[in-house]
């Protein structure tokens, strides 16, 4: 024996299910049904609602796939709705307040926000407070004994204070560096001549440590990048490489180019140092987070500042076999559009 829903079955369940719909004559700019639901959010915000839904159904061809918006409100509520066209003139929404979902997101990103900026402020409170530990001890105890010290362990603790100013100076340049608005002028180059450039600079250092180099970048892949962004993010990966190839004899560089999209390609870079933790792959490009003990936590997150600046970004992965790190640089080849 079929089963057979009424039509009040639906009338009654449109009525009591917890989101709006609404039937709406495009072409009269009408509703023609509305459940109680939508009855109770068009007595809130009937004008602001129904121009936005209206005005971005005369504005865009609808097709009957999920079409998600969000209105703000004058009063700051949220709601989300979807359309579709059901009819020539006809459109089916549905709509729900989602205030409380935005409100816990929203708190969300707040609670990020702040959790990584304190985190931020504390490693600068370290760094710099360190140094000046340092410094501050060291001159107090030269005063208190200048007059019975020799002329040379006088001017030995004065050389100490002297390195840590210049380590803290140092410190501080970077963090400008990292903070400065880079103005990129982006063009069409041939990724292959930016990255020989690059390797070119460190021949000299490559030859005496003995680095083997394997690249493997297509001549003809042109990327559209700031020249001098992309050389300074490439010197960096390489001079993190020398660094991690200390007191080794069989360092490896290895890069390759892949096709992304019509929109990308991914330049590879691998080295065959230590190798970095899984559960810092993503932490190595928070702003002065280092898995060196001499490290500054500096030079990957200015690269991932610069890339993204030029429509990129940047990735560490877990290496592949015989590798320590991978790096995936994503170039635009053009300028991306939605």
């Known amino acids: 024996m079929e089963n057979k ?27 023609i049904y509305q459940n109680n639901y ?20 005369k504005e865009q061809v609808w097709s009957s796939e999920l079409r998600d918006v969000i209105l703000k409100a004058e009063e ?7 359309l579709y066209q059901v009819d020539e003139n006809i459109y089916a929404v549905f709509l729900k307040d989602i205030s409380s979902k935005e409100i816990y997101l929203e708190s969300q990103r707040r609670s990020h926000f702040f ?9 600068i409170a370290h760094e710099i407070g360190n140094p000046l530990t340092t410094i501050n001890t060291t001159l107090q105890v030269t005063m208190n004994n200048i007059k019975k010290w020799p002329l040379e362990k006088t001017e030995d603790f004065l050389t100490r204070s002297i390195k ?3 380590r803290l100076n140092e410190f501080l340049k970077k963090m400008r560096s990292f903070a400065l608005q880079q103005k990129l002028e982006l063009a069409v180059h041939k990724l292959l001549k930016i990255v020989s450039d690059v390797l070119l600079h460190f021949e000299i250092e490559f030859k005496l440590k003995k680095i083997s180099l394997q690249i493997d970048v297509d001549p003809e892949l042109e990327v559209l990048v700031d020249e001098n962004a992309l050389h300074q993010i490439l010197v960096n990966l390489v001079k993190n490489s020398l660094e991690a190839f200390a007191g080794s004899q069989s360092g490896i560089i290895k890069i390759i180019s892949e096709e992304v999209d019509h929109f990308y390609l991914k330049l590879i870079y691998l080295n065959n140092g230590p190798e970095i933790p899984p559960e810092m792959l993503e932490k190595i490009f928070t702003p002065l987070f280092s898995t060196k003990e001499s490290g500054r936590g500096i030079g990957l997150p200015l690269c991932q500042k610069l890339l993204t600046a030029m429509g990129g970004t940047i990735k560490a992965v877990v290496p592949r076999q015989n590798f320590g790190a991978e790096f995936h640089l994503y170039l635009p080849k053009k300028r991306y559009h939605l």
């Open 5 to 31: 829903i009424s039509a009040n079955f639906f009338s009654e369940l449109f009525e009591k299910i917890a989101f709006g719909i609404l039937i709406i004559d495009l072409q009269q700019e009408k509703v």
């Open 76 to 82: 700051k509520i949220y709601i989300g709705y979807s």
């Open 164 to 166: 840590e100013i210049e």
């Open 115 to 123: 959790n990584h900026f304190s985190g931020v402020i504390a490693e």
């Open 38 to 57: 939508a009855s109770l959010l068009l007595e809130k915000h009937e004008e602001n609602l129904l121009t936005t839904i209206i005005a971005n159904l």
